[in-house]
């Protein structure tokens, strides 16, 4: 079988590997199917962040390729298959990070360590997009962990707006009265991000997968932190391909899976754009 000539390719697979993605991009290459069969494929090392935001074990339809509903204990152990392989194709000082419940990256995160990847932070990210549980505190945040393969390769630093009144436009805080000594740019990203809005507007979804969707906000963050134009990043749960989008977006490279929806997100990245968050980060150099 001839190989394919393509950067991302060569570099991912190998020039004579014989697996073949379902789509390609100047930059990207998406495998319609299971992750594990694209994990297998890619070689030791060769990736410089992997973002992974699987099902959640909450019982939800996502295609007829997936059951989100497994006993917790196989759950995990299934979790920890994948990861085990992400761990394998992440280059030394590459960055892993994992978007789950916090019930889940507890014990994950856990055991990421005691594979021998770096803690960096759990990042909390706030999202009321439930309802109250009876006899429960109310759920409002996801778990983003950021976890790296010895020291950081890239670590950039991103700069938020300073925080203002939405009715009268003030700045919400003095700092201390040392507001005139702050950074014209604003203040150093915290772990705990409250500015992510869910997406729950059709215009922001990928056409024919009403499952959840990220806010390009969360995906421009992880890439922005952790890679330099040019670097390979994996996403093994494509879902509605957000990850790929700002990819293309930011000049990276990518690979990825996506079970069922693949022909969706080809249809994002070429015929169907849907449009980014708005973002008014800044990224220092």
């Known amino acids: 079988m001839p190989a394919i000539p393509h950067p991302t390719f060569e570099r991912a697979f190998g020039a004579d590997s ?3 993605p379902a789509f390609s991009t100047g930059l990207g290459l998406l495998h319609a199917g299971d992750c594990m069969d694209l994990l297998a494929a890619t070689l030791d090392g060769s990736v410089d962040c992997v973002f992974a935001d699987p099902p959640f074990n909450l019982r939800k339809e996502y295609g007829p390729g997936f059951t989100d509903d497994m006993p917790d204990g196989e759950y ?7 990861l085990a392989e992400c761990i394998r194709v992440l280059a030394p000082g590459g960055s892993l990070f994992l978007y789950n419940l916090p019930r889940w990256n507890i014990v994950l995160g856990a055991w990421l360590m005691e594979q021998g990847l770096t803690f960096r932070h ?3 990210i706030g999202m009321k997009a439930g309802f ?3 006899g429960r505190l109310y759920p409002a945040r996801y778990s983003l962990l950021y976890m790296t393969k010895g020291d950081p390769r890239v670590f ?9 009144c939405r009715h009268c436009g003030k700045e919400l805080k003095d700092y201390g009265g040392y507001r005139s000594k702050m950074h014209e740019k604003g203040v150093s990203l915290t772990d705990m991000w409250t500015d992510i809005v869910p997406v729950r507007h059709k215009k922001y979804k990928t056409a024919n997968r009403s499952a959840n969707a990220l806010s390009t906000k969360i995906l421009e963050r992880v890439v922005e932190i952790s890679t330099l134009p040019g670097d390979l990043v994996l996403d093994p ?13 930011k000049g990276r490279r990518w690979i990825g899976a996506e079970i069922d929806f693949a022909a969706a997100i080809a249809g994002r990245l070429t015929d169907s754009p849907v449009p980014a968050h708005r973002n008014d980060d800044h990224v220092c150099a």
């Open 132 to 134: 109250p549980i009876r």
């Open 122 to 124: 759990d990042i909390a």
């Open 76 to 82: 995990v152990a299934w979790c920890k298959r994948w």
């Open 237 to 249: 749960f494509g879902g509605s391909g957000t990850t790929f989008a700002v990819c293309e977006d």
């Open 156 to 164: 950039r630093t991103i700069r938020t707006p300073l925080e203002t």
């Open 18 to 20: 014989p697996f073949r």
